[in-house]
C-alpha cells in the first residue's frame, strides 16, 4: 500500500517503505517516471527476500505525490530526495538511479551529508537538461526556447517530454559533471549501447570524475535500451546490487 508524507515545504509525497537488517537501499526514478516501475518493484522484491531495508518514492509533480510537473525542477527534486533520506533511511545506503535518478546520485553523494555505501548508476543522465538538450540546440533554436519558455521532445514512453526553460536554468545550479568527486566506495555504471535516449558514453564519462575511488565498473549491455528493464537487464541489476551490499 501507497504511504504519504507531507513535507515542511508543503508537499505531499508518495511513498512505499520495507524494513529490514542489513544495508539499506533507496531507489531514485526517472524525469517524468515514477516510483512503481518495473526495476524499482524488482529491487524491492529482493531486497525484502533479503533483508534490506528499502526505499522508492515519487518526486513531486510525478506519480502520485503532490505538486505541478511543469512548475518543478531539478532542485525540487533533490529537496524532496533528501527530505526523504532524511526521515526514512538510517545508517550506511546504497544508492540505485535511473536515467535521471543516476543525477540524483552523483547530487547526493556530492553533498556529503549521508553514509553512502555505494552507487548504482542505470542509464544514467546526469546534467541532462545542459548536457543533453541545451547544448544540442542550434542558435535559432535556442533563442526562441529562451522565448516561448518551453520545448517538446519525442520520448520512448508514451508522451512527449516537456522540458521548461526553468528546468535548463536550474541545472546550472546542480551540476555533478563539472568537477572530480571523491567516494571510497562501490560506483557501479549500468548502460544500454542502444540507448538512444542518453548515449551510453555518458556513463564513460561518469567514470572518469571518480577521483582515487577504487572500484568504478561500467557494464555495457549490447543490445539494451534506455529502459533496462527486460529480464535479462533486471538480473544484471541485482546482480549489481549483490556485488555492492
Not at 62 to 75: A, I, M, P, R, T
Not at 143 to 172: G, H, N, Q, R, W
Amino acid at each position: 500500500m501507497t504511504n504519504f508524507v507531507k513535507t515542511n515545504y508543503n508537499q505531499t509525497i508518495a511513498y512505499n517503505k520495507i524494513e529490514g537488517k542489513k544495508t539499506g537501499i533507496v531507489f531514485f526514478g526517472g524525469f517524468k517516471s515514477d516510483m512503481s516501475g518495473q526495476k524499482a518493484l524488482e529491487i524491492e522484491s529482493w531486497a525484502k527476500n533479503n533483508q534490506h531495508p528499502y526505499l522508492r518514492f515519487d518526486y513531486s509533480g510525478h506519480g502520485e505525490s503532490s505538486g505541478k510537473f511543469e512548475d518543478l525542477v531539478f532542485s525540487d527534486w533533490l529537496k524532496d530526495s533528501i527530505f526523504m533520506m532524511n526521515h526514512f533511511t538510517s545508517g550506511p545506503q546504497i544508492l540505485i538511479g535511473s536515467s535521471m535518478g543516476g543525477w540524483m546520485i552523483l547530487a547526493i553523494l556530492k553533498l556529503k551529508i549521508f553514509e553512502i555505501n555505494s552507487i548504482i548508476g542505470i542509464a544514467s543522465a546526469p546534467d541532462f537538461p545542459n548536457k543533453l538538450i541545451w547544448k544540442g540546440l542550434s542558435f535559432t533554436q535556442k533563442k526562441e526556447f529562451a522565448t516561448t519558455k518551453k520545448l517538446m521532445l519525442p520520448s520512448d514512453y508514451d508522451e512527449d517530454y516537456y522540458i521548461s526553460y526553468k528546468l535548463v536554468k536550474d541545472s546550472y545550479k546542480n551540476l555533478t559533471m563539472n568537477k572530480k568527486i571523491k567516494f571510497d566506495g562501490n560506483v557501479l555504471l549500468y548502460h544500454g549501447m542502444k540507448d538512444e535516449s542518453v548515449p551510453y558514453k555518458v556513463s564513460l564519462e561518469i567514470a572518469e570524475i571518480f577521483d582515487n575511488c577504487k572500484n568504478v565498473k561500467v557494464i555495457l549491455e549490447k543490445n539494451g535500451a534506455h529502459r533496462l528493464s527486460e529480464d535479462n537487464e533486471i538480473k544484471t541489476i541485482i546482480k549489481l546490487i549483490e556485488l555492492s551490499v
